[in-house]
């Protein structure tokens, strides 16, 4: 690369990083807010916090960079053009298809840092927030043994320990269960002890109650007991047993997939489209540039098209990228939506390709441009008058 290639590669290059962060530490800290029960409720430290959070940042990576791209892109060009730097290098013999090869560079970097997350990055960090979330939710002991704090076990089940002894027995234990939508089940114990064995973790209850009322009954059902084993093992295997979801496979596993992914055709409409998602997502960062470029890429001195040709390319974006979500959607029903999307960006890249290498000027409609300056026009007056 020349100094200009450089130049253009280098600010690029940083003005997408600069987004990229940002944009990721914003809906990052929105995301994390939502699982603060993780600190409140679950009893986990900060560190834990951050860290299953912080598995999240991949995802959003991926989703965010092709975006970034295009904005850092948007933003070179219209520095680019508003410092007449495009217009001294078109002057002095660079052409538009000359000044584009920074760009596919930049373009092709961002493609094989979504490649990279996509394939292996993001579904890892996804396994390991689910092993993570499931030993959170298995260590009952540490979960259950909070004197003086309710907590909720499984969405349906409230736990209360009055207060732990020296010698680890629990004293003044509540037990509200409300999993069987037919009937609500309490127990209330004077003493608890866990107790692991061969058949699983038990929460044994001594000198107590246990209240059953049924919704179809008025009156609840109450019998007294010395003894009680609640059973903590069910919880433990709820969380353990589940399996890999697509969002959680590498990309080899759904291109190899194994007989009970494809057993059903739900199964294999949702395996197909996840698989799809992810290359194409790839293909976003060189498609959005060109879209960008298309409508940026020559010097401009007129400030209302300028504004008009950036909405364009904004316009057209959001376009392909709600084409191509929506087809995502399809796809799990029909692979006829997949020739949809890859032909509209296959098309995209192809005509725009094109356009940048005549170095034809896409330039907003002049009715359009009249239209825009008149309301410019209208506000401008306004001002001066009010």
């Known amino acids: 690369m020349n100094t200009i290639d450089r130049y253009i590669f280098r600010t690029s290059l940083g003005a997408f990083a600069a987004v990229v962060l940002g944009l990721t530490a914003f809906i990052?800290?929105?995301?994390?807010?939502?699982?603060?029960?993780?600190?409140?409720?679950q009893g986990q430290t900060v560190l834990v916090f951050i860290g299953m959070t912080g598995l999240l940042i991949p995802v959003l990576v991926l989703i965010i960079s092709p975006i970034a791209l295009l904005v850092?892109?948007?933003?070179?060009?219209?520095?680019?053009?508003?410092?007449?730097?495009?217009?001294?290098?078109?002057?002095?013999?660079?052409?538009?298809?000359?000044?584009?090869?920074p760009f596919v560079l930049v373009s092709a970097l961002v493609s094989i840092l979504v490649a990279s997350i996509s394939i292996y990055i993001a579904p890892k960090g996804l396994r390991e927030l689910r092993t993570w979330a499931a030993k959170i939710?298995?260590?009952?002991?540490?979960?259950?043994?909070?004197?003086?704090?309710f907590t909720l076990v499984e969405g349906a089940v409230t736990v209360h320990i009055r207060e732990r002894a020296a010698?680890?027995?629990?004293?003044?234990?509540?037990?509200?269960?409300?999993r069987?939508?037919?009937?609500?089940t309490t127990f209330l114990a004077e003493y608890g002890d866990i107790v692991e064995s061969a058949q699983g973790t038990f929460l044994v209850l001594a000198t107590g109650s246990v209240q059953r009322h049924e919704t179809a009954q008025r009156d609840p059902n109450l019998?007294?007991?010395?003894?009680y084993a609640f059973d903590l093992s069910q919880f433990n295997q709820r969380s353990g047993n589940r399996n890999i979801s697509f969002r959680e496979r590498y990309l080899w596993e759904l291109m190899l997939p194994e007989g009970k992914d494809v057993s059903t055709p739900s199964q294999a409409g949702r395996l197909?489209?996840?698989?799809?998602?992810?290359?194409?997502?790839?293909?976003y960062p060189l498609a959005f540039v060109i879209i960008a470029y298309v409508f940026l890429g020559l010097p401009s001195t007129t400030r209302q098209s300028r504004a008009l040709s950036v909405g364009m390319a904004i316009l057209a974006v959001l376009a392909?990228?709600?084409?191509?979500?929506?087809?995502v959607i399809l796809a799990a029903q029909t692979a006829v939506a997949l020739y949809v999307i890859y032909g509209a960006i296959i098309l995209t890249i192809l005509l725009g390709t094109f356009v940048i290498w005549r170095g034809a000027r896409v330039d907003p409609p002049s009715s359009l441009i009249h239209w825009f300056e008149a309301i410019f026009d209208r506000i401008i007056r306004r001002k001066a008058t009010a």
């Open 137 to 149: 939710r298995a260590d009952l002991i540490t979960t259950l043994v909070q004197p003086g704090r």
């Open 28 to 41: 990052w800290v929105t995301q994390a807010l939502r699982e603060i029960d993780l600190i409140t409720s």
């Open 272 to 283: 197909r489209a996840e698989l799809h998602d992810r290359i194409i997502g790839i293909l």
């Open 167 to 178: 010698d680890g027995r629990l004293r003044g234990v509540f037990i509200d269960d409300r």
């Open 223 to 227: 019998i007294m007991f010395d003894r």
């Open 320 to 327: 392909l990228r709600l084409l191509g979500f929506g087809c």
């Open 72 to 101: 850092a892109v948007l933003y070179l060009l219209n520095k680019l053009n508003g410092d007449s730097e495009i217009v001294v290098l078109n002057a002095a013999g660079m052409s538009p298809w000359r000044l584009f090869r």
């Open 180 to 184: 069987n939508p037919k009937e609500r």
